[in-house]
């Protein structure tokens, strides 16, 4: 574990370094019943699970996307990524995966649920979280400033016509180190818990465009913004949208971008009437990275404390989610 929390004298290192819209055909709210025919004593109530669009043909209508995915069933799409012999069909396994990812169940209930032993309900899911970032990481781009145009709803079109991103920074509860030096690395304050942190940045449409990789709790959001890569994709000209704890007005401001803050209070001294109305229009439009992140949190893996032993597979489960948050539609639907 100390290997991916590190942190010294305010210099934290990464947990896990780097190694158009979208439409769908709605949200699958229910697996497909052909895939667990064989287990019928299952009860109804347990087949649910609720904003995974899997089992289903999704309708992927970007022309930005369409060479990188093609319209089809993303369990078809992993079936041909399947490379070992095991007890469970390929559909089971990837059905496993989900459940873990979508619900948090612990291996030993999985293992049950599946007629199998805890170890081969690890090596299975460690294997497809794998396979399924590999295919899934297609679908999480940087937009062209083109497109982000023409898919701007208008809560940003009156306001922040030349909004480029918006961007946030979320946590996700880590079980405690047995290692001290471990846990102080990745205690958050604001939680008053170990956490791992990391970087969202969004779209004005809802898209999410890049998602980081896992930090300790401790790290800041400039230090995060700093190290994460999200710099090399802004480019002169760029205005990103944040909250006013991001404290990256220089960094970007060697790049030519435009930082959008709300105005907030120094000392002693009251907000003028202006700021005060564009503080709120700013918090208007960023709720909806705020809905992003609760896509995200929907998958109870990053919702839940999550196991140190998942540690090493954070930064690949952060973008399964990401991606699987931006299959289920439009976030911001005009009509």
Same mark, same amino acid.
């Given at each position: 574990?100390?290997?991916?929390?590190?942190?010294?004298?305010?210099?934290?290192?990464?947990?896990?370094?780097? %190694?158009?819209?979208?439409?769908? /055909?709605?949200?699958?709210?229910?697996?497909?019943?052909?895939?667990?025919?064989?287990?019928p004593k299952m009860p109804q109530h347990k087949?649910?699970?609720?904003?995974?669009?899997?089992?289903?043909?999704?309708?992927?209508?970007?022309?930005?996307? $369409?060479?990188?995915?093609?319209? %089809?069933?993303?369990? /078809?799409?992993?079936?041909?990524?399947?490379?070992? !012999? %095991?007890?469970? /069909?390929?559909?089971?396994?990837?059905?496993?995966?989900?459940?873990?990812?979508?619900?948090?169940?612990?291996?030993?209930?999985? @293992?049950?649920?599946?007629?199998?032993?805890?170890?081969?309900?690890?090596?299975?899911?460690?294997?497809?979280? +794998?396979?399924?970032?590999?295919?899934?990481?297609?679908?999480?781009?940087?937009?062209?400033? $083109?497109?982000?145009?023409?898919?701007? #709803?208008?809560?940003?079109?009156?306001?922040? #016509?030349?909004? =480029?991103?918006?961007?946030?920074?979320s946590e996700s509860l880590l079980q405690k180190?047995?290692?001290?030096?471990?846990?102080? &690395?990745?205690?958050?304050?604001?939680?008053?818990?170990?956490?791992?942190?990391?970087?969202?940045?969004?779209?004005?449409? @809802?898209?999410?465009?890049?998602?980081?990789? @896992?930090?300790?709790?401790?790290?800041?959001?400039?230090?995060?913004?700093?190290?994460?890569?999200?710099? +090399?994709?802004?480019?002169? @000209?760029? $205005?990103?949208? !944040? +909250?006013?704890?991001?404290?990256?007005? +220089?960094?970007?401001?060697?790049?030519?971008?435009?930082?959008?803050? #709300?105005?907030?209070?120094?000392?002693?001294? *009251?907000? =003028?009437?202006? *700021?005060?109305?564009?503080?709120?229009?700013?918090?208007?439009?960023?709720?909806?990275?705020?809905?992003?992140?609760?896509?995200?949190?929907?998958?109870?893996?990053? /919702?839940?404390?999550?196991?140190?032993?998942? =540690?090493?597979?954070? &930064?690949?489960?952060?973008?399964?989610?990401?991606?699987?948050?931006?299959?289920?539609?439009?976030?911001?639907?005009?009509?």
């Amino acid at each position: 574990m100390r290997a991916y929390l590190r942190c010294h004298n305010n210099h934290h290192t990464a947990l896990f370094p780097a %190694s158009g819209k979208i439409h769908c /055909s709605g949200t699958t709210a229910m697996v497909n019943s052909r895939v667990l025919r064989r287990r019928p004593k299952m009860p109804q109530h347990k087949l649910k699970i609720s904003a995974i669009p899997c089992f289903r043909v999704m309708q992927i209508r970007s022309s930005t996307l $369409e060479s990188h995915w093609k319209p %089809s069933s993303l369990v /078809s799409t992993l079936e041909g990524f399947a490379e070992r !012999a %095991s007890v469970l /069909s390929v559909r089971d396994q990837i059905l496993m995966t989900l459940i873990k990812l979508k619900l948090n169940r612990v291996l030993g209930d999985l @293992g049950r649920q599946f007629h199998v032993s805890q170890s081969v309900a690890s090596k299975v899911i460690s294997f497809w979280i +794998d396979k399924m970032e590999e295919v899934l990481r297609p679908l999480i781009i940087w937009l062209p400033k $083109e497109t982000i145009k023409a898919t701007m #709803p208008t809560a940003f079109k009156r306001f922040f #016509p030349n909004t =480029t991103c918006v961007i946030d920074c979320s946590e996700s509860l880590l079980q405690k180190a047995k290692n001290l030096d471990s846990r102080g &690395e990745s205690y958050s304050h604001y939680y008053s818990h170990n956490t791992i942190k990391y970087l969202v940045v969004v779209a004005p449409c @809802g898209l999410i465009m890049f998602i980081s990789s @896992g930090y300790g709790g401790r790290a800041s959001d400039k230090f995060i913004t700093m190290n994460s890569g999200i710099l +090399d994709y802004l480019r002169p @000209g760029d $205005e990103v949208m !944040a +909250d006013r704890g991001f404290l990256i007005r +220089d960094l970007l401001f060697e790049r030519r971008v435009k930082l959008v803050l #709300p105005a907030f209070t120094r000392g002693g001294s *009251q907000l =003028t009437e202006e *700021q005060v109305t564009a503080a709120r229009r700013i918090a208007n439009v960023r709720i909806h990275v705020e809905r992003a992140i609760r896509r995200l949190k929907v998958y109870k893996i990053l /919702s839940h404390v999550i196991p140190i032993n998942m =540690t090493p597979k954070i &930064e690949k489960i952060l973008r399964i989610c990401a991606a699987l948050a931006n299959l289920r539609g439009d976030l911001i639907c005009e009509r």
